[in-house]
């Protein structure tokens, strides 16, 4: 079923012909019960209302939410034949299905009865001489309504599969992703994908494994969304719900067998954050070991992606199987040496070599970019990485204009490579130190400037907010309209901190930015590069935070934290600070300032208050 939205009762009216209508009818007396979810058409990208004046993609409906899908979810009839045969979707690009409810076990009854209902109320708003405004809320109740009705059936246990079926009329594969979370956000997730082919498909996945991470039992989001932006496109949904076979497990002798199940694998982030470089006919045109290096000429065109995508602030590195020392010298010969960070050269595979680089440089690597002139090679990545960008060498002149790798030049781009090698001297330096991990850094000097959002620091603070995932409290990127509005008065209470960090191997530049309501002394955003991870500066921040809060009578700080599913290390975070969730599940608190561990690692310079110079603060104990 789907979410009912005044003015679009119209069914959508199909040929009986050229569809598998015996499958389908098999498949739907195969089911003795099923969860009724209600879907509703979302964006993957989702920040309203405030994308709806930012985003291009922005396309109002009826009811002034952002239409994903070409014609919404429509209702389709196989004309001349009672009854509704399934939904009919097709994706725009960020849209994807989303239902948010408990998926309880309904009875065939039941659910005739929603249709029924459901076919009431439509033909009710078709006709009915009503205001724009009491339309839009009749069809909002009856979604309540039957939301609700849905929710309570049976408990989930009984499901045996969620189960889609359908029809593509689209003439390639599409691959989508299946998610089901809970509503809370921080636990665990299911998410696996599967393929849509053209034509009748039918795909399982065992409730048993579902049930395994997420309860069934209490409201959850279940999504699915397209893994890439789709051509044009057009899928009927005959089934698409967590359901109880009548007699057993078996699928119906009429549907051909369902592909397997496939694994889950995250798919490669928006952006890239560093290129994996193979050298010989690569990076070079010739080999090292055969050739010699009076017989290399450098591939003009990398070198040219090379030093641009260095000015954005993208990392290059190299996977190469060749002789280290060699390889090395030559890339210096060819002044090319000071670019690539973390270099893996030998003869292992370099699916391990770029693990090495991820680890090294501690970066996920689902941000990284391949480059090899060899299929295995790519193909043995690709194995073992299924969530890297592989690409051939053929490919190397378009690396510059690849949305991916579209990002801003600013200051700290610039320097982001210089920084990550001062990063290697604090690890060759902490490596070769005779100490416990927190002694060394408190022997690094680190200091944490405080300063208040401003012109001169709002490029890198947006920058900034696209990059971070692991760090991210809120889960998501701020829009750069979020911090316009910050920094010219707009967002009524609250205040952008920016945070900038420094020890004395060198300067990190703005590493973290927070959005605080002062009234509430309530972080409604936080972010950190992972370039300061481990390094005790949150732990510094919110002492700072919770100090200036004990000054106007507060003992405690909270802060959002929404479970992105890539920002676990934030989550552990709050746990090793002693934040502890409050009545809301995105909602956590801190302790009082003398029970926050590890706060006096880290120097905190406070520069939001222009009418006094810059001071370190000691932190006052509770």
């Known amino acids: ?89 097709s994706f725009r690009k960020w849209g994807k299905l989303e239902a948010e409810m408990r998926p309880a076990a309904v009875t065939r009854q039941r659910g005739l009865a929603l249709r029924l209902g459901e076919t009431v109320v439509n033909e009710f708003l078709a006709v009915a001489p009503l205001p724009h405004r009491l339309h839009d809320g009749v069809a909002i109740a009856w979604t309540r309504a039957k939301t609700k009705v849905a929710s309570a059936g049976s408990s989930a246990a009984t499901f045996d599969a969620f189960l889609i079926e359908g029809f593509s009329e689209t003439g390639v594969d599409c691959t989508f992703t299946l998610t089901v979370k809970p509503k809370t956000s921080t636990g665990r997730y299911f998410q696996r994908h599967f393929t849509m082919k053209p034509g009748y498909n039918r795909i399982e996945f065992a409730a048993a494994d579902i049930r395994a991470v997420v309860d069934l039992d209490n409201r959850v989001l279940v999504q699915v969304e397209p893994v890439e932006t789709l051509p044009d496109n057009a899928f009927i949904f005959t089934v698409l719900e967590f359901v109880a076979f009548a007699g057993s497990h078996e699928a119906p002798t009429a549907a051909p067998t369902a592909p397997a199940i496939e694994a889950a694998v995250p798919k490669p982030a928006a952006k890239v954050k560093c290129v994996v470089w193979d050298l010989d006919n690569t990076l070079w045109r010739g080999t090292l070991i055969e050739d010699g290096f009076e017989n290399l000429s450098l591939n003009a065109d990398a070198v040219a992606a090379i ?18 020392d060699e390889a090395l010298d030559a890339l210096k010969r060819f002044g090319l040496g000071e670019y690539f960070l973390a270099p893996q050269i030998g003869w292992d595979p370099k699916s391990g070599a770029i693990a090495e680089i991820a680890r090294r440089l501690n970066i996920n690597k689902n941000t990284f970019v391949f480059i090899d002139d060899q299929a295995f090679e790519r193909a043995e990545v690709s194995s073992a990485h299924p969530d890297i960008r592989v690409l051939d060498d053929s490919r190397i002149g378009e690396l510059a204009q690849m949305p991916e790798l579209d990002l801003p030049v600013t200051e700290e781009a610039r320097n982001r490579r210089q920084m990550y090698q001062v990063e290697e001297m604090r690890d060759s330096a902490f490596r070769e130190a005779d100490s416990s991990f927190l002694d060394f850094l408190r022997s690094c000097e ?46 009524s209470g609250k205040e952008g901190l920016v945070l900038s960090c420094a020890d004395k191997f060198g300067d990190y530049g703005i590493i973290g930015f927070a959005i605080v309501d002062v009234e509430r002394f309530h972080v409604e955003n936080f972010f950190m590069s992972c370039r300061v991870q481990h390094k005790k500066v ?85």
């Open 1 to 89: 079923m789907r979410q009912t939205v005044a003015g679009e009762q119209k069914p959508h009216l199909v040929e009986g012909n050229g569809l598998p209508l015996a499958q389908f009818a098999a498949t739907r007396k195969s089911i003795a019960l099923s969860s009724s979810l209600i879907w509703g058409e979302h964006c993957s990208e989702c920040a309203m209302p405030t994308c709806y004046g930012t985003c291009a993609f922005y396309t109002p409906r009826r009811d002034l939410k952002c239409r994903r899908f070409d014609k919404g979810i429509e209702d389709v009839r196989v004309r001349g034949a009672p009854g509704e045969l399934g939904l009919r979707v």
């Open 307 to 324: 030093k641009e995508l260095d000015q954005r602030g993208v990392l290059h590195s190299i996977a190469s199987k060749n002789n280290p």
């Open 446 to 491: 680190i200091s944490l400037t405080i300063s208040s959002l401003a012109e001169a620091n709002l490029a890198r603070v947006f920058e900034l907010s696209q990059r971070t995932n692991q760090l991210n409290y809120a889960g998501r990127a701020s829009t750069r309209k979020d911090v316009e509005d910050l920094l010219h008065g707009h967002g």
């Open 538 to 622: 949150d732990h510094a921040f919110f002492a700072w935070l919770i100090e200036r809060a004990m000054a106007r009578g507060q003992n405690v700080v909270s802060t959002v934290f929404h479970f992105s599913g890539r920002n676990q290390s934030a989550q552990q975070v709050l746990e090793e600070m002693k934040f502890a969730p409050a009545g809301d599940d995105e909602i956590f608190v801190s302790p009082r300032l003398g029970e926050l561990p590890e706060r006096d690692i880290v120097a905190v310079i406070d520069c939001t208050r222009a009418e006094t110079e810059a001071e370190a603060l000691p932190l006052m104990e509770n």
